[in-house]
Structures are given as C-alpha cells and as structure tokens.
C-alpha cells in the first residue's frame, strides 16, 4: 500500500504539472473564453481522525496528518441566451499514519441555462463524485467510498427577477463501496413545482412544494423506504444597503413505506447578514431541516444555530469565524425501538492571505465536540491545517 501511495503522490503532482502547461497553452489561445484553473495543497492535522470516544484508541494512533492535493478544471460561457457550465475537479488525500486509506476521488458536474423566447427557461444538470465517507458514524479503520451520481432538469416560465412558475425533478443515486455499508445504498428521486415573485427593489417571495422519494437497494429490518414532503415559503428582504433578512416557513412529513406509519414536523428559520462597517460582515441564523439519507441508517432533522463573522484587518489579511450548535434527533421510523438525539459544537478560526488574484493561502483551526443519549457515540476532535491554492 506504501508504494502505491508513493506512485499515487508523484501521478497526481505530474498531473497537477501537465495540467497547468495545457491550460495556460489552451487559455493564452483563447482569452475569450471563461476557463477556470485551481491548483491547490493542503496539509491537516486531525487529533481523532475516526471520531471515536475518549476511552477508545485505534492501530496506528487516533490522530493523522493528511496532505491533499487537488485540481480543479472549469469552463462557463454563454452561447446567444444559452449558458454553460462544466467542472472537474481531482484530488488525493494521503495519510501519514494510516496510509490504506489513501485514495483518489473526484468531483464531475455540467450545466445548462437556456432561454427559449422571452419566457422559458428550460435548465439541465449532471454530477458524480467519489469520495471518503465521513467517520463520525463509520467503522474506524473501514475504508467506505461514497459514489455518488446526480441528474436533474427543470423547466421554468417568466421573467427572472419577476414573477415566475417552474418544476424541476431529480434522480440520484448513493452507492457505498464497503460491504458494511452496502445497507444505506439508495435511490433518491423527487419532483417539485414552485411560484416566485420578486420586486424591483430586489425583495422576493417563494412558494414551493416537493415530494422525494427514498428507494433503498437492499432489504433490511433496520431501513425503510419512505416518501419525504415538503412545503416552503420562503422570504427575502434587503432591509437596507448594510442588512439583508430571509425567513422560510413550513411544514415536512415522512410517510414509510414498511409500517405505514408516518411523522411531521415543522420546518424553517431566519438568517440575518449585516455589514456594520467595510471591514466586518455578520451572519445569524437558524434553520431546521430534514438531514440528507445515505450516511446514517436512521431518519433525521436537525436544527441548527451558527454565528459568522469575518474582518478584514489590511488590504490581503482577512479573519473568519464561525460558532455553530446543532441538535439531530434520528429514528423517526422507530425501527430500531429508541430515539436517538446529538447535539454537536463547532468552532472554527481561519485566516486567510490573499497575495494577488491568483494566490491564496488560508490557515484554519477547528474544535468539535458532539454528546448523544446512545452509548459510545460522544466524541471531540481538533483539526489545524494550511491551504494554498493557485487560480489561474
């Protein structure tokens, strides 16, 4: 595994290398065009890589150190009223200590926004990705790859930034490359339709209704496929120059296909952004949600409080902050017999560099702490790191 890690390193830096002298040749030759190059390092230190509770260790240490290179191709143009969108990105996280976990993932997506005569705006997307999945809730040790592939289109009659009438429906599917995970593969499909009202002072207010469908691929006692539905309304106010307000309201409703049972719950929350001055921006908000399926095998919402503020102390120095506290209850299909509720801090400091236009350097330090009412699922990590990125 060693050697291949070591290949793997030098393919992706000789990549990064080719890469560059074929975008700056291709961009040189056509400055017209909306091409997008970002090369990036990474280098992180992480004190509980798989978030295990304070009494347990793991072979090899509970902490790594991870350098991630990463490269990002991108390309946006509008044809006549048609715009265009593709992106590639690659990277390869190779870890110091636990180095079997070293693997190469991407990230595809393409888009389109068309325009045909005055009033619809028909729209298509695709994405595919593979990466790690995340070890708050994964086996320490079990090397799960998260494969994921995504397709949606929409259609839409109006005119942007007035009043507008759309649906849009999606397909996506999530598949777990360890077999003690094969359990939470699933089919993801949903339509939606929505009303949009917007003034010319820039207020809005959005009207929306969906229904998503969860097909899991294996049958187990423990998941249950289910119909998810959601009703929105949703509001946006620029209150002034230096303060802006949203607000959403609503309800959502799973109904599970194995019981034929069903749960509700409200939906919704607020967020303030406001600039007090030039060199500092606020955010407040609070939201709950419904959690996306296929990381955890139980039903879940989660609320969620987060405090942002960033400050640009000179002309290339800026500091970012972030608080947040989150409250996830899971089993609300009650298949397994007990409820389960999380609650999760964060903090996190970045500072970040800004050389030029083209260099970027950030450096970041994160604390987590996360408390459950089920047995042996607390945990706290710290993360510190370094991030340069070229954009050319």
Not at 42 to 68: C, H, K, W
Not at 132 to 145: F, I, K, N, P
Not at 188 to 202: I, L, M, N, T, Y
Request: hydrophobic fraction near 35%; charge should be neutral.
């Amino acid at each position: 595994m060693r050697r291949v890690g070591q290949l793997g390193w030098r393919g992706v830096c000789g990549g990064l290398f080719l890469a560059n002298l074929l975008v700056t040749n291709v961009v040189r030759a056509a400055q017209e065009d909306n091409f997008i190059l970002n090369a990036s390092l990474g280098v992180m230190y992480d004190d509980n890589l798989f978030r295990l509770p304070e009494q347990a260790s793991a072979v090899d240490g509970r902490g790594d150190t991870i350098l991630t290179p990463t490269a990002t191709l991108g390309y946006q143009q509008s044809f006549s009223k048609q715009q265009v969108s593709l992106s590639a990105s690659a990277f390869s996280p190779r870890y110091q200590q636990h180095d079997t976990l070293n693997y190469h993932g991407y990230r595809l997506s393409t888009g389109w926004l068309g325009q045909v005569g005055k009033r619809w705006q028909p729209s298509l997307g695709y994405m595919k990705s593979r990466e790690l999945s995340s070890y708050e809730d994964v086996q320490a040790g079990v090397m799960d790859m998260l494969s994921r592939q995504r397709f949606e289109g929409g259609l839409a009659y109006g005119r942007i930034g007035r009043i507008r009438l759309g649906a849009d429906g999606w397909l996506e599917q999530k598949r777990h490359g360890s077999s003690t995970y094969e359990q939470l593969d699933l089919d993801d499909s949903g339509a939606g339709v929505q009303s949009e009202f917007a003034s010319r002072r820039g207020s809005k207010v959005t009207l929306r209704y969906e229904s998503r469908w969860i097909d899991y691929q294996q049958a187990a006692a423990q998941v249950l496929d289910y119909r998810l539905d959601k009703l929105r309304l949703s509001l946006f106010w620029p209150v002034s120059a230096k303060l802006e307000w949203s607000a959403v309201g609503g309800f959502m409703a799973w109904h599970f296909d194995g019981n034929d049972s069903s749960k509700r719950s409200w939906l919704g929350g607020t967020k303030f952004h406001w600039l007090p001055s030039d060199r500092w921006d606020l955010d407040l908000s609070y939201q709950r949600d419904s959690q996306d399926p296929g990381y955890n095998v139980r039903v879940s919402y989660s609320d969620t409080l987060a405090l942002e503020a960033g400050w640009q102390l000179a002309q290339k120095w800026r500091l970012e902050g972030r608080v947040s506290q989150m409250w996830s209850q899971y089993g609300l299909d009650d298949t397994l017999g007990q409820e389960r509720k999380d609650e999760a801090l964060m903090y996190r400091m970045a500072l970040i560099w800004q050389t030029t236009d083209k260099i970027r350097a950030e450096s970041y330090w994160t604390l987590g702490k996360r408390d459950s009412n089920q047995a042996n699922t607390d945990y706290d990590y710290q993360q510190c790191g370094l991030t340069f990125t070229y954009s050319y």
